[in-house]
T-cell receptor, first 115, second 112 residues
Framework: DAGVTQSPTHLIKTRGQHVTLRCSPI?????VSWYQQVLGQGPQFIFQ???????GRGNFPDRFSARQFPNYSSELNVNALLLGDSALYLC??????????????FGPGTRLTVL | QKEVEQNSGPLSVPEGAIASLNCTYS??????FFWYRQYSGKSPELIMS????GDKEDGRFTAQLNKASQYVSLLIRDSQPSDSATYLC????????????FGTGTKLQVIP
């Protein structure tokens, strides 16, 4: 079975630009979460989407937005990029919104560099 | 107080030894706990989950949970050089959704 897939693998942008990152969850998984991992830190939660609705939001500015499509894939959008947005962006999929022993599985990530 | 605290390391152990990784967390209501392994430049990989107090063993890995002390640990027996990575402790938030709060991770180095 295919795991979580993300595109693109790497991306270079300049300050002020906009970026869209994409994620396809494991087949049968309906929940997608996004995390940002800055070098030397653990991943930080940005959003969770389940059944196309936002179910959770971390402490990130409104420049960050996301959506989930009917096929459960998801996009993360970041506007007005700042140097500090340079990070590894991780997508994680899980079966349900949150249930018992349900577990998140991470994709390979998108490395964003803002110059 | 940080929500999830881990010693950043590096923790160096000789090949074949037991590596002990520790984690404390602040959310008293957390019910689900995960250990992820992350190789440099790669994404986190789930290696253990634990939901009840006590020990859970899976091959060379044993997770230990003490909810009263808000403490979770990971033991790696017969450590191998391929175990060299950063280990992330991640309690799932009690808010009813999938958010997990990661520690900064402990870097493990297994010396051949």
């Amino acid at each position: 079975d295919a795991g979580v897939t993300q595109s693109p693998t790497h991306l270079i942008k300049t300050r002020g630009q906009h970026v869209t990152l994409r994620c396809s969850p494991i087949s049968g998984h309906k929940s997608v979460s996004w995390y940002q991992q800055v070098l030397g830190q653990g991943p930080q939660f940005i959003f969770q989407y389940y059944e196309k609705e936002e179910r959770g939001r971390g402490n990130f500015p409104d420049r960050f937005s996301a959506r989930q499509f009917p096929n459960y894939s998801s996009e993360l959008n970041v506007n007005a990029l700042l140097l500090g947005d340079s990070a590894l962006y991780l997508c994680a999929s899980s079966l349900a919104m949150s249930a018992g022993e349900d577990t998140q599985y991470f994709g390979p990530g998108t490395r964003l560099t803002v110059l | 107080q940080k929500e999830v605290e881990q010693n950043s390391g590096p923790l160096s152990v000789p090949e074949g030894a037991i590596a002990s990784l520790n984690c404390t967390y602040s959310d008293r209501v957390s019910q689900s706990f995960f250990w992820y392994r992350q190789y440099s430049g790669k994404s986190p990989e789930l290696i253990m989950s634990i939901y009840s107090n006590g020990d859970k063993e899976d091959g060379r890995f044993t997770a230990q949970l003490n909810k009263a002390s808000q403490y979770v640990s990971l033991l790696i027996r017969d450590s191998q050089p391929s175990d060299s990575a950063t280990y992330l402790c991640a309690p799932r938030d009690s808010g009813g959704y999938q958010k997990v709060t990661f520690g900064t991770g402990t870097k493990l180095q297994v010396i051949p």
